[in-house]
């Protein structure tokens, strides 16, 4: 079955530290891949996503992520933090030949501290 | 503007009862989903729906069951609500090459 790993359950970095955030996957088939975010208190939100081309994806807030497929991964990065970054990220699959079954990572959370 | 809808935010039922959670879409999106989220294990599929009537399991379907009679709704139903049932349960909606459109969560809690 699909599995969706977040390497980091918690990050703890200061303002003007640069970010990165693992997701591994283990589907072999095509797949959607997804970052969203979700601030204290608030719904998730889309961050970014790849269906098909350029493998580096630009998303909102500043963030992308590189899709490199033969490590089955789609890492989240940020040059520069603020504190407002501070929420939790969530990676997501969708396997496209699964009923386009979506799965989502564990979640890491990111303390920015100011 | 898309929307997810479910139907209520706050629910409290007792141990053994029956609950309904009802999520509509307007986006006339194939997929639907339900997940439930609990802190540290981020969002768990429960069940999901690739078209009106067809029903998948997802990753943590025990005590779950849903019904999806039209395109636009899918019910997650707690057969015999238990106490480890009490989370936030999340709808989503999808489709083709398109990210997901999340409700507004609905926190249940069973005593």
């Known amino acids: 079955a699909q599995s969706v790993s977040q390497h980091n359950h918690h990050v703890i970095l200061s303002e003007a530290a640069s970010l990165e955030l693992g997701c591994n996957y283990s589907y072999g088939g095509t797949v959607n891949l997804f970052w969203y975010v979700q601030y204290p208190g608030q719904h998730l939100q889309l961050l970014l996503k790849y269906f098909s081309g350029d493998p580096l994806v630009k998303g909102i807030k500043g963030f992308e992520a590189e899709f490199i497929k033969s490590k089955f991964s789609f890492n989240l990065r940020k040059p520069s933090v603020q504190w407002s970054d501070t929420a939790e990220y969530f990676c997501?699959?969708?396997?496209?030949?699964?009923?386009?079954?979506?799965?989502f990572g564990g979640g890491t959370r990111v303390l920015v501290k100011p | 503007d898309v929307k997810v809808t479910q139907s209520s935010r706050y629910l409290v039922k007792r141990t053994g009862e029956k609950v309904f959670l009802e999520c509509v879409q307007d986006?006339?999106?194939?997929?639907m989903f339900w997940y439930r989220q609990d802190p540290g294990l981020g969002l768990r599929l429960i069940y999901f729906s690739y078209d009106v009537k067809m029903k998948e399991k997802g990753d943590i379907p025990e005590g779950y069951s849903v019904s999806r009679e039209k395109k636009e709704r899918f019910s997650l139903i707690l057969e015999s609500a238990s106490t480890n049932q009490t989370s936030m349960y999340l709808c989503?909606?999808?489709?083709?090459?398109?990210?997901?459109?999340f409700g507004q969560g609905t926190r249940l809690t069973v005593v």
């Open positions: 989503a909606g999808t489709g083709v090459d398109t990210e997901a459109f």
């Open positions: 997501a699959v969708n396997e496209r030949a699964a009923g386009n079954k979506l799965t």
């Open positions: 986006m006339d999106h194939e997929n």
